[in-house]
Structure formats: structure tokens, C-alpha cells
């Protein structure tokens, strides 16, 4: 190890939604690389170790190594010249990055979706259909006394879940932590997490609703049949006991995951849990907060919601924004083969999505930024490698309870930022776009929506 080392506090690790803002990195300045990561659970550990900054060409077009800016004229070209560009990801870059990348999109009447369509979209339609009791984290930390995690595994997915927040953290009105709280964990099976909980309901697959519904009808006083336990593998008597947790307690949180999301009934499961979350407002104070995934998909949610009134799933081909999930989210635009080009920033779809979407990808440019090589970034026609947010770049990241947080970089990278990127795309398309003024662009020269975006 060098002497040149520098010691980073208060940073963030921006690999999971809780979005843990008390890091303290020793950095060693002469290798840039983190060599400790104090409060990082094990996989902000590895976060943190795996990352160094990298060599290479910045940029390549069809696998020839070009300049930035070489790349930023093509990728620019290729968006003003399609009729139905798509803009998809977004879940790991800054709100600084995002909000660029929503103007892009605007300018070239495109088609903009985050990794929101592939996780908690279902809940975001709930959240516009049935609404949303919410809170911070802090909340949780200081005043819950029951917690109930639903379709979710926060001691492999979110490890620092439990301590910083909601089970063994200490607050203002839970001082002894776990023995001032209820935990309960309902799960189609019994997980890492269950060890946790006071109480594990296992239900059948695919019996998230019922038993929801079911727990509504009795917070509301109405019979229900012991044949629900047939149904759903939870007992009449489990669900009236949990009833009467719920309304007895002082402060309860209902935290779900994709288990309720991307399971039989999606959006139905999650507007029951808010709807649920709502009716004992009547007893108590309860809340509800899906637990996220990506560093940033939050603020990904945030940002596209503030510009164009809807979380994901999102087209401006008409020139103003339009919300309908299944048909403007991008593994349907590109499994019916609807887009002509694509922008994919900081996620990998050519490795997880569906076989027709993936063959489309491969039939129109795309462009790619990834701080690696990826599936996406290898077939792309316009790839950029870029700086890793938190790590090399400043710049803001939403909490999963929707808390604003400032990254404190540890080092800088060889490679420019995602910010750094769109702000040059958005201004050479913007201009490109006031030349061109192809039918479909003509009139957004004048930059309706974009001037108010960027
Ligand atoms: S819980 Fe998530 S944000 Fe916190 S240190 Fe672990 S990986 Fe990082």
C-alpha cells in the first residue's frame, strides 16, 4: 500500500436502495482503490473493493476505439434520425444524469422507461391508483414497534436493512432496538431473513391478494371463512392475531418486496398492501414502502415523475408525455420490435431481458454507457465507458423512502460521468434537431417540454 492514502467519511454506498450514507473509505490515492469500507455490510464490501478505476478507450463505435466526442456526434445522430427511440435504465446514474437523459428524450420524441417496469412498476401504478401512506426511514427507526416485511429478503438483498433501520436499530421511542419491536416476515418460504422475525406466515405461491383482502375484511370487522387456510396456507387464527398486532401497535411499517410485486395479481397485491396500510390509519399510524433494489431507481421514479408526471413507462411521440405500462415499457416497445434505436445508460438488458427483445436490440443502433463491458455494451453500435456515481462522482441519489442524498466521491476516474455525457448528447440533438426538423421533430426546435427539463 502507498502513503498516499486519503480518508473519505460520510460517503455512500449506492449499491443497494438503502443507500447507506455512513461510510467511512480509506482510499489509497497513488493505485486509486478502496482498500476498507468501515460500515459497509458484505456486499457494500464488495462494492467498493471490486471497483478500480480502469484503462482503455473511453468510447467505441461498432468496437472501434474513437474520442468522446466522435461518440457523443454519433449517438446524437442516431437519436434525432430515428422515428421511436427508446431511453432505458437509469436506476444506477445521479437525478443530475437522469433529468438529462428524460430531456434527450423529449427532444427527439422518443420513449423513456427505468428498471422501475422490471421491479416495483406494479406498485407504481398502485401508488396512482390507491396512494400511498409513506414515511422516511428515520421514522421507521425511531417509532416503529411492528414491522412487517412482505415477499422480501432483506438479510441477503438489503443486509444493513435490519440494523440501520427498521429490527435492531435503536431510536428515540424504540431504545432497546429488536426487544421494542414485532417483526413479522410473510414469504412462500422460509429465507435468511426468517431468523429475524417473531413471527414467519408462510402462504402459498401466488396467494399474496387473498390473504391481503382477507386481512382488510377483518381490519373492517367482516367474518371470514376458516376455509381461507385451504386457500392460502395461513390459518384464520394467524390472520386474526396479526390483525389485532396491527391495530394495536403504536407505529407499524408494511415493507414489500418483489415477491408481492412480481407475483400472480402485481398490481392488485401491491394497491391491497397500500390499501391494507390505509385502513388501519383508522386504529393506528401505518405505513408502507417498498423496499428497492438499485442505488438510485428511486430517484430514477422521482425524476422521471417530476418532468413528466409518471414514474416509468413514459412516450413523447406525440410531443407531450404519455403513461401506459405494457405498451411504452421497453421490453414490450422492443419485443414488438417498435424501437429503431436505443439508449441504454448504466444497465444491462441484453442479459436479462427476453429472447425477442434481446434479437430486436441486435437489429437497431444502440448506445450504450456502462462503467463495464457488458452484454449491452458489446453489441452496441455507439458504447461509453463511464464513471462510476459515488465512487469517482458526485452528484444526488434517492433513498428508497425517498430521502435526497449528496455523493462524496473517493477518487477520480480516467472516463467522464454519465452527467458528463447526456449534458453533451442533449446539446448536440438539440441542435441537430432545430437543423433537421424531420416531420416527425418539427416544432421542437423551440424545445417545448426541454427547456423546462434542463
Ligand atoms: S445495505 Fe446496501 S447500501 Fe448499505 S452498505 Fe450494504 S449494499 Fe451498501
Redesign the pocket.
Known amino acids: 500500500m502507498s502513503e498516499n492514502i486519503r480518508t473519505v467519511e460520510n460517503a455512500t454506498?449506492t449499491?443497494?436502495g438503502?443507500?447507506?450514507d455512513d461510510m467511512i473509505l480509506t482510499v489509497d490515492m497513488d493505485e486509486h482503490r478502496i482498500t476498507k469500507a468501515k460500515n459497509?455490510?458484505i456486499?457494500?464490501r464488495a462494492?467498493f473493493a471490486e471497483h478500480t478505476p480502469g484503462e482503455g478507450p473511453p468510447a467505441f463505435i461498432d468496437g472501434r476505439p474513437v474520442s468522446v466526442d466522435e461518440a457523443v456526434e454519433e449517438a446524437s445522430r442516431v437519436l434525432v434520425e430515428a422515428r421511436c427511440p427508446i431511453t432505458y435504465g437509469l436506476s444506477d446514474t445521479t437525478c443530475e444524469a437522469q433529468r438529462q437523459a428524460v430531456a434527450i428524450t423529449d427532444i427527439v420524441r422518443g420513449n423513456i422507461d427505468t428498471t422501475t417496469s422490471v421491479c416495483h412498476g406494479p406498485s407504481g401504478l398502485a401508488f396512482q391508483g390507491v396512494g400511498e401512506s409513506t414515511m422516511t426511514l428515520g421514522e421507521v427507526k425511531n417509532r416503529a414497534d411492528l414491522v412487517i416485511y412482505w415477499g422480501g429478503n432483506p438479510a441477503e438483498s438489503?443486509?444493513?436493512?435490519f440494523g440501520r433501520y427498521a429490527v435492531t436499530a435503536k431510536g428515540m421511542f424504540t431504545p432497546n432496538g429488536k426487544k421494542d419491536r414485532y417483526v413479522v416476515l410473510v414469504d412462500v418460504r422460509r429465507t435468511p431473513s426468517a431468523p429475524v422475525a417473531s413471527l414467519f406466515v408462510q402462504l402459498k405461491p401466488g396467494k399474496d391478494f387473498e390473504v391481503l383482502w382477507a386481512l382488510r375484511a377483518l381490519v373492517k370487522g367482516r367474518r371470514i371463512d376458516p376455509s381461507i387456510e385451504e386457500e392460502t396456507g395461513v390459518s384464520l387464527e394467524t390472520l386474526t392475531d396479526l390483525v389485532e398486532r396491527m391495530k394495536n401497535c403504536r407505529y407499524g411499517v408494511l415493507f414489500f418486496g418483489m415477491g408481492l410485486t412480481m407475483t400472480r395479481g402485481r398490481h392488485f397485491n401491491s394497491g391491497a398492501l397500500l390499501a391494507l396500510a390505509s385502513d388501519l390509519n383508522e386504529f393506528t399510524h401505518f405505513v408502507a414502502k417498498p423496499v428497492r433494489g438499485h442505488g438510485n431507481v428511486t430517484g430514477a421514479d422521482n425524476v422521471v415523475s417530476w418532468q413528466t408526471g409518471y414514474p416509468f413507462g413514459v412516450n413523447f411521440n406525440r410531443g407531450f408525455p404519455r403513461f401506459n405500462p405494457g405498451e411504452f415499457t421497453t421490453v414490450d416497445m422492443l419485443s414488438r420490435g417498435d424501437a429503431d434505436a436505443a439508449m441504454i445508460i448504466a444497465s444491462d438488458p441484453a442479459s436479462n431481458f427476453p429472447k425477442a427483445a434481446i434479437e430486436h436490440m441486435k437489429r437497431i443502433p444502440v448506445i450504450s454507457l456502462d462503467t463495464k463491458e457488458t452484454e449491452t455494451s458489446r453489441l452496441a453500435h455507439v458504447a461509453f465507458r463511464t464513471a462510476t456515481y459515488g465512487i469517482n462522482t458526485g452528484g444526488t441519489v434517492y433513498r428508497m423512502d425517498d430521502v435526497p442524498i449528496t455523493l462524496r466521491p473517493a477518487f477520480e476516474s480516467p472516463f467522464p460521468s454519465d452527467l458528463v455525457i447526456l449534458t453533451a448528447i442533449r446539446k448536440r440533438v438539440q441542435e441537430l434537431a432545430a437543423k433537421a426538423q424531420p416531420t416527425h421533430l418539427a416544432g421542437l426546435a423551440q424545445g417545448t417540454r426541454t427547456q423546462l427539463s434542463v
Open positions: 454506498c449499491f443497494c438503502c443507500v447507506c459497509a455490510c456486499l457494500g462494492w438489503h443486509p444493513r436493512h
